[in-house]
């Protein structure tokens, strides 16, 4: 199942009193194979980080520590999405405006990606993205 909204996606939550352990594997949880992921931690209080869109990348985010709000924009509206869990994460498919900002202190999120990094494939430039997305 490829799904083309953005959509939060549950991880198994396996509960223990040692400390509790969630996990993602290719083609199971998340629903593409993995060839990236990274990591944004450090950020300081009331920065953003991400704001651009992807032409063909489709990522999941998680908000491993901490919370973070992923703000969504199709190129009509805004969606703001808190992610506050280390247990779920964010599908965010291609074609979408995102940045993540609201970084509570320690926080950090992790990205993991269907693809290499690629600067061909960012759009920065809202006005860019807008025109494209009609044109889709
Ligand atoms: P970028 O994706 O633009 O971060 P943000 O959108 O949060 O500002 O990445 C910032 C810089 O890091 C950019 O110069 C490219 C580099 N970078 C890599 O080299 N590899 C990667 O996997 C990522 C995500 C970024």
Redesign the pocket.
């Known amino acids: 199942m490829i799904p083309n909204e953005v959509t939060l996606i549950d991880f198994p939550k396996i509960l223990d009193p040692r400390g509790n352990l969630s996990f993602l594997q290719n083609n199971a949880q998340i629903p593409f194979e993995i060839q990236?992921v990274?990591w944004?931690y450090d950020v300081p209080g009331g920065e953003q980080?991400?704001?651009?869109a992807y032409r063909t990348l489709q990522e999941i985010i998680i908000a491993l520590s901490g919370s973070f709000d992923v703000v969504i924009y199709d190129g009509v509206k805004e969606r703001r999405i808190s992610l506050n869990r280390s247990y779920y994460g964010l599908y965010v498919p291609k074609m979408l405006w995102r940045h993540m900002e609201n970084f509570s202190t320690n926080s950090s999120a992790f990205i993991v990606a269907d693809q290499a990094?690629d600067e061909n494939d960012?759009i920065r430039d809202i006005k860019e993205f807008q025109r494209e997305k009609i044109d889709q």
């Open positions: 990236r990274y944004i980080r991400g704001g651009h990094y960012y």
